[in-house]
């Protein structure tokens, strides 16, 4: 019971479960300090908080920091106009993804609390009507999920609002399997067990389906990261702009 539980969790957290018991990799992880919306035709990565805010914009082979254009050798404006034609494409491909992970992490939560909750059919009906509205927010704001917390954000009030009643439904089932004799504690963890195993193949078949998109998606963040790296163009202070980092080989350490 405590294994399928951690795996609804982590799929309600964001995160691949199947990903440490299949071979299911999604290639590479993406790390970056700015959060990115589409702004008309361009792009607009922000970072910090009052004075000490920041923001570049990217559009038309342009480059705005804070509303000022910057100037750009012929190299850069190439860089910027192929950074943007990967953030165009790169637009639908999110979106893709994260409605699978946020229906991923729902189909989860149901089938848990289908098992486990003390009142599952009231906490089954709420799912359904958050899971539509998670996937509103999807579609609304595509490139959310390339911020880092635009899923914390998403499935941390769903947590919050489903995963006690999961947990108390789960306790007191327990509980009483425990002073019912060896036969209905048997059937308990049975039950559990089957549970766990059909969860986790309807998982991992999800997730694995996936793969090939999350590949794609990994090798365009990384032509990205190269074009950004390879920028002239610096911040006001001297930094890079540094939009992105990329490791292709997350699996490695």
């Known amino acids: 019971m405590k294994k399928l539980l951690t795996l609804a969790l982590l799929l309600a957290a964001g995160q691949s479960a199947a990903h440490d018991r299949t071979n299911v990799h999604l290639g590479c992880d993406v790390g970056s300090d700015w959060s990115v919306a589409p702004y008309r035709s361009a792009y607009l990565f922000t970072r910090g908080e009052g004075s000490a805010r920041t923001e570049v914009g ?3 082979g342009r480059l705005f920091v804070d509303g ?6 012929d190299a850069d404006r190439t860089r910027i106009a192929g950074i943007e034609a990967e953030l165009h494409a790169l637009e639908p491909e999110l979106r893709q993804v994260g409605r699978e992970a946020v229906d991923i992490a729902f189909t989860a939560l149901v089938e848990v609390a289908r098992g486990l909750s ?5 906490t089954i009906a709420d799912l359904q009507q958050g899971r539509v509205r998670a996937l509103a927010d999807i579609d609304r704001q595509p490139m959310g999920v390339f911020n880092g917390d635009a899923i914390e954000g998403i499935v941390e009030p769903i947590i919050e609002r489903f995963v006690p009643d999961i947990v108390g439904g789960a306790v007191s ?4 399997a425990a002073f019912s004799g060896d036969e209905k504690r048997d059937a308990f963890q049975a039950r559990m067990d089957r549970m ?3 969860l986790d193949t309807r998982v991992d078949a999800r997730a694995k389906a996936l793969e090939p998109l999350a590949q ?3 090798r365009r963040l990384e032509r990205m990261d190269a074009l950004d790296d390879a920028l ?3 911040l006001p202070n001297g930094d890079a702009l540094q939009l992105l980092r990329v490791d292709p080989n ?3 350490h």
């Open 232 to 234: 002239g163009a610096r």
């Open 58 to 60: 990217l559009g038309g």
């Open 250 to 252: 997350p699996h490695r």
């Open 68 to 73: 000022k254009e910057v100037t750009l050798a």
């Open 216 to 218: 794609q998606m990994c």
């Open 173 to 176: 089932s327990a509980l009483k």
């Open 196 to 198: 766990e195993k059909e």
């Open 118 to 122: 003390s009142t599952p059919d009231r």
